[in-house]
C-alpha cells in the first residue's frame, strides 16, 4: 500500500526480516485478538466480562482502544492483562457517562477515543493501569450522577443493562448461580422486562406528589425500578405495590430484598450486605420517600461495582 510505502521508516519497515515479521508475526498476534475480542463481545467469557459488558451497550469503538495498548512482543498473559484492564476501564468509563446522561455515539466518542489510544499505545500493565485510573479519577462527571439518574427515552436503551448489573451483583456476590447474559438477552422465550414498582396511576400516589408530572418523574427514578421476567412483570399489571411484594420475593435478590422474608435464613446475603456496607431495607410501603431510599441504595451498590480500584486488580 502506498501509505506502507511512505511510512515504512516510521513503522520499523527498515531490513526484509521488518516485513517479514509484520506479516509472520506482528499481524497474525493482532488479528487472533481482535478474534477473541469480537468472540468474547458475542459470548460472556470468564474473566472477559468487561469486554461483553461494553459491546452490549453498543461500544463499538472497544476494540480500536483494546489493540491499541498491545505489543508484538506480548505474551498471551500480557495480553489477556492488558485486555482486562482496557476493557474495566471502559465500562467504567461508559457507566459514568450513561449515569449522566452523556452520550456514548460513534460521532461524539471517535476523537476522545483516538486520542486515548495514542496515549497508552504498548503501554506496560502497570502503565496502563495508572493511566487508566487517572483518566477516571480526571472525569467531567461520577457515580453521583445515579442521585438522579432515570427512565426516560433517553436512557432506556441503557436502563436494562444497568439494572442487570446490579442485579447480577447482588446475587453474585450473595452466592447465587447467576448470568448476566441471561437478564440482558432479548431473545430468549421469557426475557426480563423493567417493572415499575409505582403503577402508572397518578390517583394512587396523589398525596405522595403534588402534580402528575412529579408522579412520573419519581415513578421513573432509579429507585423505583426492578428487572422481572416479562411474564411476571405483565401479570403484576396494575397490582398494589401489597399484591407485588409475595412475587418479589420469588425474584431476583434485588426484586427479593424488599420483602422482609429475604432477611430470614439467607445467610450469603446478609454477609454480602454487611461486606459492602448496604443499607437493604425490606418495605411495606413503597412511598416517595422509599424510593429516594432505595435510589441511594443503587447509588452504594453502583459504587461497588465500578470500583476505581478495579482497574488495578489486573496488573501482572
Known sequence: ??????????????????????????????????????????????????????????????????????????????????????????????????????????????????????????????????????????????????????????????????????????????GRDTKFDVYVNRTIKNPYDIEHIWVDHYDRYSEECDTEEDFQRTRNMFGDLLLLPQDINRSLNDSDYAKKLPKYYAQNLLASSLNENCFQNNPNFLKFATTFNLKFNSCTDYKKETIKERQNLYFEIAKAIWNIDNIKKYVI
Open 1 to 174: 500500500h502506498k501509505w506502507i510505502r511512505e511510512k515504512a521508516n516510521d513503522i520499523g519497515l527498515k531490513k526484509s526480516i521488518d516485513y517479514s515479521d509484520l506479516v509472520q508475526k506482528e499481524f497474525i498476534l493482532f488479528s487472533n485478538t481482535y478474534m477473541r475480542i469480537y468472540e468474547y463481545s458475542n459470548k460472556l467469557t470468564e474473566g472477559f466480562e468487561y469486554i461483553f459488558y461494553n459491546a452490549d451497550r453498543n461500544f463499538t469503538l472497544q476494540p480500536l482502544l483494546l489493540l491499541a495498548s498491545l505489543n508484538k512482543n506480548d505474551t498471551r498473559d500480557i495480553i489477556d492483562s492488558k485486555l482486562k484492564i482496557v476493557s474495566c476501564f471502559l465500562d467504567q468509563f461508559i457507566s459514568i457517562r450513561i449515569f449522566n446522561f452523556k452520550t456514548l455515539d460513534y460521532s461524539a466518542m471517535t476523537y476522545a477515543m483516538f486520542m486515548m489510544a495514542k496515549k497508552i499505545r504498548r503501554k506496560s500493565p502497570s502503565e496502563l493501569a495508572k493511566i487508566l485510573t487517572e483518566e477516571i479519577k480526571t472525569m467531567e462527571f461520577t457515580l453521583d450522577g445515579i442521585e438522579r439518574f432515570n427512565l426516560s427515552g433517553w436512557t432506556k436503551r441503557y436502563m436494562l443493562h444497568q439494572l442487570a448489573r446490579l442485579t447480577h451483583f447482588v446475587e453474585e456476590q450473595s
